[in-house]
């Protein structure tokens, strides 16, 4: 075994015990990098040392937190991270879904009774629509 060999062996079991990159480290990188583009914009006026310190904060914790050995705190934050962003991405996943979806001649209708969303056709009128969750039928204007 050579010792380019060797060195690569070690470098792998190393690199097996980091924790690596997960979603609240990505996110902090794409901060790290909004806080520099905010801080080349307003250097001039004196706050951009301000937020280039901050991104270089952000980047500093990254680092740590990627080459960190204690795998069950980093999951426990990416968890965390993971569910406190949970709602914000449904919502903008909806909202691209009803988009698209609202151009292929369908209206996006709530319930009443239990604020449910159905998807009807457009144009039609009014109608009964029965809601796929919760059963009750409403009338509506489409």
């Known amino acids: 075994m050579s010792k380019h060999d060797d060195l690569k062996d070690k470098l792998q079991k190393l690199r097996s ?3 690596g990159t997960d979603a609240l480290g990505m ?3 794409f901060l ?3 806080l520099q583009v905010v801080a080349a914009v307003t250097f001039q006026f004196g706050i951009g040392q301000v ?3 901050l991104s270089l904060v952000i980047l500093i914790l ?3 937190r990627t080459f960190s050995t204690n795998k069950g705190t980093r999951l426990k934050e990416n968890n965390k991270f993971l569910e406190l962003t ?3 991405s449904k919502w903008f996943h909806d909202q691209q879904y009803y988009h698209r979806e609202g151009k292929k001649g369908y209206v996006f209708l709530v319930c009443p009774s239990c604020k449910g969303i159905c998807r ?3 144009n039609k009128g009014k109608i009964k629509i029965t809601c796929p969750h919760c059963g009750k039928v409403f009338v509506k204007k489409t």
Request: net charge positive; with cysteine; proline share 10%.
């Open 120 to 122: 009807v056709p457009k």
């Open 27 to 29: 996110f902090l990188l």
């Open 86 to 88: 949970a709602k914000p």
């Open 51 to 53: 937020f280039s310190f």
């Open 32 to 34: 790290c990098v909004l």
């Open 62 to 64: 990254q680092i740590f």
């Open 17 to 19: 015990k980091w924790y």
